[in-house]
């Protein structure tokens, strides 16, 4: 017979792996229902001084299907605390990373990549536009998997 702590050690494994299934399994609508879902914390320096990236789904440009799980999201993605200067549209493609992109304007975007690549540096022209690569990678593993 089992002890009653290694019984609730055990549901409780049971619960995590559960949600952890349900939230890789968010349809369209689920995720258009989230506001503000972080995807990134990253420390500055030592101290407690860090950025946090936030990002708020605001339509599903294409869905599959059968799954009725998103495959190209259109969110408002931005940066807040000690370098908070992003601000911006960003459009993830879950089959294609490589066309994803930070929306500028009606008319110009920047790659994912190429916004990853500007330099991190507040007086840089570019900042405004650099998304920090764990904020990318979080953006993909929260909407995408």
């Known amino acids: ?6 019984s609730l050690a055990i549901i409780f494994v049971g ?3 559960g949600q952890t299934a349900n939230a890789k399994a ?8 989230l ?3 972080i995807i990134y914390e990253e420390p500055v320096t030592e101290t407690e001084k860090t950025t946090d990236w936030y990002a708020t789904p605001i339509s599903v440009m294409a869905e599959n299907a059968k799954t009725r799980r998103p495959e190209a ?6 940066s807040t605390g000690y370098y908070g200067a992003f601000a911006n549209h960003v459009q993830i493609n879950c089959l294609n990373p490589s066309e994803s992109f930070v929306k500028i304007d009606n008319n110009k975007n920047i790659s994912l ?3 990853m ?18 904020a ?8 995408c998997k």
């Open 136 to 143: 990318v990678e979080g953006i993909f593993a929260k909407f």
């Open 117 to 134: 690549a500007f330099e991190e540096n507040p007086y840089d022209k570019n900042f405004e536009y650099r998304m920090d690569r764990k």
């Open 26 to 33: 968010m349809t369209s609508q689920e995720i258009l229902k």
């Open 35 to 37: 506001k503000d879902v």
């Open 73 to 78: 999201i259109f969110f408002f993605v931005e």
């Open 1 to 6: 017979m089992l002890s009653t702590t290694k």
């Open 15 to 17: 619960l995590m792996l």
């Open 113 to 115: 990549k190429t916004s």
